[in-house]
């Protein structure tokens, strides 16, 4: 496994993060979640639940039998999404 430091300025909760497809269990602003899901990567459930709720992206509901909790999986970026990204 790959791992890089954290940019200068970043939290130490940024310390390290994993260099790969996956971006579970990184503490990341909204920004960063919606450049990883576009590239991609994979995003943690309270990820997923935050950008979710608050409009950013669309998901669809995969719950099953042996799910503890709710669990979506991310479908698409929306308009207000593409804003953040693009910096508006």
Do not use: C, W
């Amino acid at each position: 496994m790959e791992f890089e430091q954290a940019r200068e300025g970043e939290s130490t909760q940024h310390n390290l993060a994993y260099k790969g497809r996956f971006a579970v269990g990184v503490p990341m602003n909204d920004r960063e979640a919606l450049e990883a899901f576009n590239r991609g990567e994979k995003l943690d459930q309270p990820t997923i639940k935050r950008l979710y709720q608050e409009g950013l992206i669309e998901a669809s509901d995969v719950t099953h039998l042996q799910s503890d909790e709710q669990e979506l999986l991310p479908t698409l970026i929306t308009e207000k999404g593409r804003r953040i990204l693009e910096g508006r």
